[in-house]
């Protein structure tokens, strides 16, 4: 194992040789005659495989989940805990931690003991290798503490990671996937704690917590029903004026499949309906698709109401597009933000408010991609966005647009992609089908680009290729230094963005996005610099890849991406030190990691 951050190896390809030669001199004379030639030498031996265990630099071990489960929720708070989740660990885990509490169901918890605003240079960890090792959460420092867990008693009645239709008393199911975490100050200097729970219908739970974290008071699970409810609560961040966004990672890249029985997921939209009260044979009302898909702010007027988890509001972001959001960014000018695509052939968006801390109205934007020139290997090749205007609007007239979809199962009211063609020819005066004609459109607004996002984008010319597009993230605080005193370079000046897989759509041969994909599944995490654009606002014009995960071992059984390097990366948080955390939501590895990062780059 390499422990130096700057330390690095060479490694020899297999079977190479080194071949050494002699110079031989001599005096003038005449050349001699040829001599005959010798026998052929004897082959050489194969050379040892490479290094596998080689640790790229700047990458280092700090925590390893219970078997089964994903790391979910890093959150920094401002007091320097770190907020880790996990997510669907194996039932049959049975070590118990120091307070007596096993891994065999969904966990929200902290590490105490380490700030890590000021976290310093730390000791990486190894790979755990024995069933209590791996059957725990083991970390490089500080002290893993549960602070709830799946099923766990709550003070409104319900149970933790409960699920409950909309009437606000049915149970639809108890789920075992908490996923984001975000810490809002509660005023007598403890937190009010917010975590997803990854499921469908989605949720989102409230605890809150004494300021040594000794003390947990876990309050409720919150009703969603005043915006129909939620769907699939993934990733998500704080925003700057204090609130939660909370990601709706919608699985129906196909609308139509919203209506059609035989799509693999149809028991979602099921589950909608049963949320809603609708009837289960298909013979009444339905869940109307365009209700979910948005980030939804946990809050309204930039605040959250702390005296009562059950006064909470809620407000669904349509503005910033309906597609399978993983996670939004808001950057330090207040308007930008940046909202990654989590699917197969999915989309980079950005949007910008009209007015600062207000998101209620502004323009949509989708990332055109051109790649470095003759460059397929993932770890150099620079990818350059140019950013495609799709539509400008406001909550209000998407909000009009979306009832227009209310109906029955019958009805199967929705967008069409002819519909979506129409729109995207009037709109650039181009054929885009290659018919002949230009087409007109029966829409008197945009609406395409705000509830079918992703074909929108992808209609209008950016770049649909993207592959398993997770947390995008950067530093608040930094970047707002950044911003503000105009710094011209630092770690404070980059987003990163985690890309679980750069396989498929983005190592097919085929459009904008042409990478090598034989590590393809193991992921890769971008860095891209902020800028100020000419409008003013925050940007970004490249995604460079700041590591690779890899190499893959596909006749492996377990392990297939190598354990000494990152693998699926999802969840990420940028310390104030510009180093990141990268948490790992992969098969591919038997106890998922999270990794420190030093960007040897920067």
């Given at each position: 194992?390499?422990?130096?951050?700057?330390?690095?190896?060479?490694?020899?390809?297999?079977?190479?040789?080194?071949?050494?030669?002699?110079?031989?001199?001599?005096?003038?004379?005449?050349?001699?005659?040829?001599?005959?030639?010798?026998?052929?030498?004897?082959?050489?031996?194969?050379?040892?495989?490479?290094?596998?265990?080689?640790?790229?630099?700047?990458?280092?071990?700090?925590?390893?989940?219970?078997?089964?489960?994903?790391?979910?929720?890093?959150?920094?708070?401002?007091?320097?805990?770190?907020?880790?989740?996990?997510?669907?660990?194996?039932?049959?885990?049975?070590?118990?931690?120091?307070?007596?509490?096993?891994?065999?169901?969904?966990?929200?918890?902290?590490?105490?003991?380490?700030?890590?605003?000021?976290?310093?240079?730390?000791?990486?960890?190894?790979?755990?290798?024995?069933?209590?090792?791996?059957?725990?959460?083991?970390?490089?420092?500080?002290?893993?503490?549960?602070?709830?867990?799946?099923?766990?008693?709550?003070?409104?009645?319900?149970?933790?990671?409960?699920?409950?239709?909309?009437?606000?008393?049915?149970?639809?199911?108890?789920?075992?996937?908490?996923?984001?975490?975000?810490?809002?100050?509660?005023?007598?200097?403890?937190?009010?704690?917010?975590?997803?729970?990854?499921?469908?219908?989605?949720?989102?739970?409230?605890?809150?917590?004494?300021?040594?974290?000794?003390?947990?008071?876990?309050?409720?699970?919150?009703?969603?029903?005043?915006?129909?409810?939620?769907?699939?609560?993934?990733?998500?961040?704080?925003?700057?004026?204090?609130?939660?966004?909370?990601?709706?990672?919608?699985?129906?890249?196909?609308?139509?499949?919203?209506?059609?029985?035989?799509?693999?997921?149809?028991?979602?939209?099921?589950?909608?309906?049963?949320?809603?009260?609708?009837?289960?044979?298909?013979?009444?009302?339905?869940?109307?698709?365009?209700?979910?898909?948005?980030?939804?702010?946990?809050?309204?007027?930039?605040?959250?109401?702390?005296?009562?988890?059950?006064?909470?509001?809620?407000?669904?972001?349509?503005?910033?597009?309906?597609?399978?959001?993983?996670?939004?960014?808001?950057?330090?000018?207040?308007?930008?933000?940046?909202?990654?695509?989590?699917?197969?052939?999915?989309?980079?968006?950005?949007?910008?408010?009209?007015?600062?801390?207000?998101?209620?109205?502004?323009?949509?934007?989708?990332?055109?991609?051109?790649?470095?020139?003759?460059?397929?290997?993932?770890?150099?090749?620079?990818?350059?966005?140019?950013?495609?205007?799709?539509?400008?609007?406001?909550?209000?007239?998407?909000?009009?647009?979306?009832?227009?979809?209310?109906?029955?199962?019958?009805?199967?009211?929705?967008?069409?992609?002819?519909?979506?063609?129409?729109?995207?020819?009037?709109?650039?005066?181009?054929?885009?089908?290659?018919?002949?004609?230009?087409?007109?459109?029966?829409?008197?607004?945009?609406?395409?680009?705000?509830?079918?996002?992703?074909?929108?984008?992808?209609?209008?010319?950016?770049?649909?290729?993207?592959?398993?597009?997770?947390?995008?993230?950067?530093?608040?605080?930094?970047?707002?230094?950044?911003?503000?005193t105009g710094a011209a370079d630092g770690a404070q000046a980059?987003?990163?963005?985690?890309?679980?897989s750069f396989d498929k759509t983005m190592s097919d041969g085929?459009?904008?996005?042409?990478?090598?994909?034989?590590?393809?599944?193991?992921?890769?995490?971008?860095?891209?610099?902020?800028?100020?654009?000419?409008?003013?606002?925050?940007?970004?014009?490249?995604?460079?890849?700041?590591?690779?995960?890899?190499?893959?071992?596909?006749?492996?059984?377990?392990?297939?991406?190598?354990?000494?390097?990152?693998?699926?990366?999802?969840?990420?948080?940028?310390?104030?030190?510009?180093?990141?955390?990268?948490?790992?939501?992969?098969?591919?590895?038997?106890?998922?990691?999270?990794?420190?990062?030093?960007?040897?780059?920067?």
């Amino acid at each position: 194992m390499i422990s130096s951050l700057k330390q690095k190896s060479i490694i020899l390809p297999f079977g190479t040789v080194l071949l050494g030669s002699a110079l031989l001199l001599g005096g003038c004379a005449d050349d001699g005659s040829n001599g005959t030639d010798g026998a052929a030498g004897a082959a050489g031996t194969n050379g040892t495989n490479g290094i596998t265990n080689y640790i790229p630099v700047g990458l280092k071990r700090l925590a390893t989940a219970p078997v089964g489960a994903e790391f979910t929720g890093l959150f920094l708070n401002t007091d320097g805990a770190l907020f880790l989740n996990v997510q669907h660990p194996s039932d049959s885990n049975a070590t118990a931690d120091n307070d007596g509490k096993t891994f065999d169901k969904g966990t929200v918890g902290v590490i105490t003991g380490k700030n890590f605003n000021t976290l310093g240079d730390i000791a990486a960890m190894e790979m755990p290798i024995t069933t209590a090792d791996k059957e725990v959460v083991m970390t490089a420092v500080g002290q893993y503490k549960i602070l709830v867990q799946q099923a766990d008693a709550l003070a409104d009645g319900n149970t933790m990671g409960d699920i409950l239709a909309g009437d606000g008393t049915t149970l639809i199911k108890n789920s075992n996937d908490p996923d984001f975490n975000a810490a809002v100050p509660d005023g007598s200097g403890g937190y009010y704690l917010y975590s997803n729970w990854e499921d469908r219908p989605g949720s989102m739970s409230r605890i809150n917590i004494s300021s040594d974290y000794s003390t947990v008071t876990a309050e409720g699970m919150l009703d969603f029903s005043s915006v129909d409810g939620t769907w699939v609560n993934c990733f998500g961040t704080l925003s700057p004026w204090g609130t939660p966004l909370s990601a709706e990672e919608l699985y129906f890249d196909n609308t139509a499949d919203w209506f059609d029985p035989d799509y693999s997921y149809f028991s979602n939209a099921e589950a909608i309906a049963e949320y809603k009260g609708y009837p289960l044979d298909r013979s009444g009302n339905w869940g109307n698709p365009y209700d979910y898909g948005y980030i939804v702010e946990v809050g309204i007027n930039g605040t959250v109401d702390t005296a009562d988890e059950s006064n909470v509001e809620f407000n669904k972001l349509e503005a910033m597009g309906r597609f399978s959001h993983e996670n939004a960014v808001v950057m330090p000018d207040r308007r930008t933000v940046f909202l990654s695509d989590d699917g197969t052939g999915v989309v980079f968006f950005k949007f910008v408010a009209d007015v600062a801390d207000d998101m209620s109205a502004g323009t949509l934007y989708a990332a055109k991609i051109a790649q470095a020139n003759g460059v397929s290997d993932p770890a150099e090749a620079t990818l350059g966005i140019q950013w495609v205007e799709l539509a400008h609007g406001t909550e209000a007239s998407i909000e009009a647009a979306i009832a227009e979809y209310d109906g029955t199962f019958a009805d199967a009211k929705q967008i069409t992609d002819q519909q979506i063609n129409d729109w995207a020819e009037a709109k650039t005066d181009t054929d885009i089908d290659g018919d002949g004609n230009v087409a007109t459109t029966t829409f008197t607004d945009d609406r395409p680009a705000f509830l079918e996002s992703r074909k929108a984008a992808v209609a209008l010319g950016a770049t649909g290729e993207f592959r398993k597009m997770e947390g995008v993230n950067i530093n608040f605080g930094l970047a707002n230094t950044w911003w503000n005193t105009g710094a011209a370079d630092g770690a404070q000046a980059y987003m990163y963005m985690a890309m679980s897989s750069f396989d498929k759509t983005m190592s097919d041969g085929e459009g904008d996005i042409q990478l090598d994909g034989t590590h393809g599944k193991c992921g890769v995490v971008y860095r891209m610099k902020l800028a100020k654009n000419a409008n003013g606002l925050v940007d970004v014009n490249a995604m460079v890849p700041a590591i690779v995960g890899g190499p893959y071992y596909g006749d492996r059984t377990v392990n297939q991406c190598n354990i000494n390097n990152i693998s699926n990366p999802d969840n990420l948080v940028i310390l104030d030190d510009g180093r990141v955390l990268i948490g790992e939501d992969t098969g591919k590895h038997e106890n998922n990691v999270v990794w420190l990062f030093e960007d040897p780059a920067l």
